[in-house]
């Protein structure tokens, strides 16, 4: 079967659990992503990350989305695009949970004492890191309703639940009950993994 040359034909296609369409998307960007996962992780890292569970990822990810309704495609090429970004993402926040100082696999052969600190590598992100975490932020931030992101806002900002209770005249309650809701879409986004 032929992949639909329409986008939006494609979308109801998976919407409607189409196996032959999902199996025609997986085929056609599988090798890919894989070669783009693998560019995106060094030798010591490609010890621990293995680029097909990051593809995976890519997969599951994209294809819940498509169930939810939460993906417009608008041109034939969006969906080459869209895996690509999600799989960069992806690999990225890889690349940055595993060189964390408590994790870097830098250190893993560092035959220093565990007490040299001088022998740690700088706490500052990559360039590559720091900007897919501000282009997460800021899709996640545009997401959320504007009295939502004010809350958060503050709350980033240092300030308590009662402060911003009462600087935007509303209930501790409230605040509070706008924090949850906001971890369980980051939770349920799975945002910070």
Same mark, same amino acid.
């Given at each position: 079967? =032929?992949? =639909?040359?329409?986008?939006?034909?494609?979308?109801?296609?998976?919407?409607?659990?189409?196996?032959?369409?999902?199996? %025609?998307?997986?085929?056609?960007?599988?090798?890919?992503?894989?070669? $783009?996962?693998?560019?995106? $992780?060094?030798?010591? *890292?490609?010890?621990?990350?293995?680029?097909?569970? &990051?593809? %995976?990822?890519?997969?599951?990810?994209?294809?819940?989305?498509? #169930?939810?309704?939460?993906? /417009? $495609?608008? +041109?034939?090429?969006?969906?080459? #695009?869209?895996?690509?970004?999600?799989?960069?993402?992806?690999?990225?926040?890889?690349?940055?949970? @595993?060189?964390? &100082?408590?994790?870097?696999?830098?250190?893993?052969?560092?035959?220093?004492?565990?007490?040299?600190?001088? +022998?740690? =590598?700088?706490? %500052?992100?990559?360039?590559?890191?720091? /900007?897919?975490?501000?282009?997460? *932020? +800021? @899709?996640?931030?545009?997401?959320?309703? =504007?009295?939502?992101?004010?809350?958060?806002?503050?709350? *980033? +900002?240092?300030?308590?639940?009662?402060? &911003?209770?009462?600087?935007?005249?509303?209930?501790?309650?409230?605040?509070?009950? /706008? $924090?949850?809701? &906001?971890?369980?879409?980051?939770?349920?986004? @799975?945002? *910070?993994?």
């Amino acid at each position: 079967m =032929p992949q =639909p040359s329409d986008p939006q034909t494609l979308l109801s296609l998976l919407r409607a659990g189409d196996e032959k369409a999902a199996q %025609q998307v997986f085929d056609a960007y599988v090798d890919s992503l894989l070669r $783009l996962a693998r560019k995106r $992780l060094n030798q010591r *890292l490609a010890r621990r990350v293995d680029p097909e569970d &990051i593809v %995976q990822s890519v997969f599951r990810t994209f294809f819940r989305r498509v #169930k939810a309704g939460k993906l /417009v $495609l608008a +041109e034939q090429d969006d969906l080459g #695009k869209l895996l690509t970004r999600i799989t960069v993402r992806k690999a990225l926040r890889q690349v940055a949970r @595993h060189t964390a &100082i408590k994790r870097d696999c830098a250190l893993e052969d560092n035959t220093s004492a565990p007490g040299d600190l001088a +022998e740690l =590598p700088a706490a %500052q992100p990559s360039a590559e890191v720091v /900007v897919a975490f501000l282009d997460l *932020l +800021e @899709h996640f931030f545009a997401s959320l309703r =504007p009295q939502d992101r004010q809350v958060l806002e503050m709350r *980033l +900002e240092g300030y308590g639940t009662l402060e &911003i209770a009462h600087k935007l005249g509303t209930s501790d309650r409230h605040v509070r009950r /706008v $924090l949850e809701r &906001i971890r369980a879409v980051v939770d349920q986004e @799975h945002l *910070l993994t």
